[in-house]
């Protein structure tokens, strides 16, 4: 017997979740949202420490447009979720960089046309054919449900120079790519469209102010939320979804059922089913957060100019699961203070992610595993600071969390950030009112994952085309 | 209700929909996905709202009657005649 009733629970309290229960409040009828944990956010999270509030996941947002651009897919949500985009007060980044054998360099900003000029001067044989991606780019529908289509091999069609290739796919894969080696062209053209062509940006708060505004929204248009309120389990009648149990084993029950927990982590909840269909993603990564004083501030040039810098040591670049707990020849450094009109404060931060091998950090004693921690960020440290010069003895509190830390915490199986490689793009499932949305339906990112919700709920509850 | 009030009804959602509308000068008898340049999730948005607040189920077919102001009253003025 159902404790209670509701037209539609969704599982998950992050940005898909939120914006997928706003939606539905907004015309629906009642809805309810379970969140695992006391905050919402899942991914892009926040936690305390020494007075210090850390944001999770977030080094920047993509999709960035101003307010006049009324059909890009930022104002375009915050129309769908009726929230004020006036409001809505954002920083762009400066600018970033592409950082190759660390000397080799590509910087782009939110103007495609400083991309377009660093390809003219550095690859000057390769620029036509630049433009001519950009054109595939522009003209490529990558919204409609097709077939795997392998980048790697559209890119080598398209541009001769492997280099060029490996430079643009970094930023591209590592913001957003949940297959190894390769990615499939649909997503590659969402990433490369909302990167390069929108590009990075911060909203004036953190992301607990954002958190914080969604979850009022959500709760003005009559909607629920529970936090600490792990599902254990999905029932179902064979055909269709009933209701869900909690895991101190009350049972609601629900017309619809959207689920943002991911494909396989969906399949655990659903006891029913014998055999695993989704794959596991494999890639997830470590990410250190250092805090130093402003005053006293180094005058490297990435420190101050720039917003965020992917860099890789060797000549080509590999996208996968390292063997190693982590892979410092290639990552990512971010400067999360540095974003046009940002007030500055007395602290600002360095952030380093690299990938990581979630079995090697799983499979490991307490001790081993502080241990690797420290050896592997000292490793991270020591090549980020033979790009940006060294600032560690500035250093006044640092962070870190790895494959294990982020399963623990957003419920990601294996860590891994960007869900399985199997999308479902249109979110059905084998019954005809489970929906899946978030990282596993297939768009990514904060503006991504967000529109995920809206768009399920339009397309498979409320049915709007 | 009125074609007056059907009217602001109609200019009341839209306003919501998006808080950029200029609807003061905006021609009753052109259509309204030009003038205020809406796609079509904000079209199916008033859709969704007429349904929200007054039960009713407009069928697809029957959209292109929401097309201008004026062809929106005239097509909710029979139904919502009682409300």
Same mark, same amino acid.
């Given at each position: 017997m159902a404790d209670s009733h509701y037209s539609l629970i969704i599982i998950g309290g992050g940005l898909s979740g939120l914006a997928a229960g706003i939606r539905f409040a907004r015309f629906g009828e009642s809805v309810l949202i379970l969140e695992k944990h006391s905050i919402p956010g899942g991914l892009n999270s926040y936690y305390y420490r020494k007075n210090f509030l850390l944001e999770t996941g977030l080094h920047a947002m993509t999709n960035y447009a101003g307010p006049k651009e009324r059909h890009a897919p930022l104002n375009r949500l915050f129309r769908q979720l009726n929230l004020s985009r006036k409001k809505f007060i954002t920083h762009e980044q400066f600018s970033s960089r592409i950082l190759f054998q660390n000397d080799l360099a590509l910087d782009f900003s939110n103007d495609i046309s400083l991309l377009k000029e660093e390809i003219a001067a550095k690859f000057p044989g390769s620029i036509d054919s630049f433009n001519t991606l950009l054109k595939v780019v522009t003209e490529y529908d990558p919204f409609t449900p097709k077939k795997w289509v392998s980048t790697r091999e559209t890119l080598a069609g398209i541009i001769t120079e492997s280099l060029l290739i490996d430079m643009l796919l970094l930023p591209l894969m590592v913001y957003g790519n949940s297959e190894e080696h390769d990615m499939d062209f649909g997503q590659f053209v969402i990433m490369f469209r909302s990167l390069y062509f929108e590009g990075f940006f911060r909203p004036d708060g953190t992301i607990k102010e954002f958190l914080d505004m969604l979850v009022e929204k959500f709760r003005s248009l009559g909607g629920e939320v529970r936090y600490k309120s792990a599902v254990d389990s999905i029932v179902s009648d064979g055909k269709s979804i009933t209701g869900v149990r909690l895991a101190d084993q009350s049972q609601l029950s629900c017309d619809n059922l959207i689920s943002t927990v991911g494909t396989p982590g969906t399949e655990k909840l659903l006891n029913d089913r014998q055999q695993e269909i989704y794959p596991l993603g494999q890639m997830s990564f470590v990410e250190s957060i250092f805090i130093l004083p402003s005053k006293n501030k180094s005058k490297s040039k990435y420190i101050n100019d720039y917003t965020i810098i992917f860099y890789s040591l060797a000549d080509q670049f590999d996208y996968c699961r390292p *063997? /190693? #707990?982590? &892979?410092?020849q290639w990552g990512v450094i971010c400067f999360p203070e540095n974003f046009h009109g940002l007030h500055r404060s007395d602290y600002f931060q360095i952030r380093i992610t690299n990938s990581a091998n979630y079995d090697l950090w799983k499979n490991t004693t307490k001790d081993q595993y502080k241990q690797m921690k420290e050896k592997w960020g000292r490793e991270s440290r020591r090549v980020t600071e033979e790009i940006i010069g060294k600032f560690y003895q500035n250093v006044v509190y640092e962070d870190s969390f790895t494959p294990v830390t982020i399963e623990k915490y957003t419920g990601k199986e294996c860590g891994a950030v960007y869900g399985s490689p199997l999308k479902i793009k249109d979110g059905? *499932? %084998? $019954?005809?009112n489970l929906f899946i949305a978030g990282t596993d339906q297939g768009y990514l990112g904060i503006v991504g994952s967000m529109l995920s919700g809206v768009t399920m709920v339009n397309q498979n509850i409320l049915s709007i085309r | 209700m009125t074609r007056d009030e059907i009217k602001d009804v109609i200019i009341e959602i839209i306003e919501d929909i998006d808080e950029d509308a200029e609807m003061d000068g905006l021609n009753p008898d052109e259509p309204l996905r030009d003038q205020l340049d809406l796609d079509s999730m904000d079209f199916l948005d008033i859709v969704m709202e007429l349904r929200k607040r007054y039960k009713l189920q407009i069928p697809e077919? &029957? $959209? #292109?009657? /929401? %097309?201008?102001l004026n062809s929106c009253v005239n097509y909710l003025e029979p139904k919502l005649k009682n409300v």
């Open positions: *063997t /190693l #707990p982590i &892979d410092p059905k *499932t %084998a $019954y005809n | 077919e &029957d $959209y #292109p009657e /929401l %097309a201008s």
